[in-house]
């Protein structure tokens, strides 16, 4: 009898957060991802910060992106993602681009193309945000999101004053 082998899938997911030390709520979201039934890490960005997107007072965000395999289906993906961010103290609220401890972002996921209630994937957003764009085109510069161009391309198409972001080292904030 044929086992069927398990079929991964590449997926890329955002990472957010302005809130209760937002580079290690970072980290943090990076190890859990590492971690996650049936899912490898593959490979995470460099921290950006960037600022809020609606100018709201609020503090700036750290930034990144990570690379993942996984043999699991959107849905379940998009559930552990959810997890993760609640494990984190993110409490999601009617408020858009409020300030959190956590956001995580399906970016991507394979070549698939969803929009349905729970979700679209690729992101909506995904080519018009410097602080996804430039850490996805450090991982994967070659990377076709579906529907649209590869990140590259989508990098080199970013008017000039979204494209300046500060890259965080590992030894200080650059505050």
């Given amino acids: 009898m044929n086992v069927p082998r398990p079929h991964w899938r590449p997926a890329y997911v955002g990472i957010g957060s302005n809130l209760d030390d937002p580079r290690q709520q970072v ?3 990076i190890s859990a991802l590492g971690s996650l039934r049936g899912s490898r890490l593959i490979r995470a960005s460099r921290l950006y910060r960037s600022p809020p ?3 709201t007072d609020q503090p700036d965000y750290i930034n990144a992106v990570a690379a993942l395999l996984t043999q699991r289906e959107v849905p379940e993906f998009l559930h552990e993602l959810q997890s993760i961010e609640r494990t984190q103290g993110r409490k999601r609220t009617a408020t858009r681009w409020a300030a959190r401890t956590l956001d995580l972002d399906l970016l991507v996921f394979g070549d698939r193309q969803i929009c349905n209630d729970e979700l679209t994937v690729p992101h909506p957003g995904i080519a018009k945000r410097s602080f996804v764009l430039h ?5 994967a510069p070659t990377l076709r999101v579906p529907g649209m161009a590869t990140v590259q391309q989508l990098c080199g198409m970013l008017r000039e004053n979204e494209t300046v972001l500060s890259v965080l080292d590992d030894q200080k904030d650059h505050s």
């Fill in 27 to 29: 980290a943090n979201a």
């Fill in 53 to 55: 997107m609606d100018g």
């Fill in 135 to 139: 850490p996805l085109c450090e991982i």
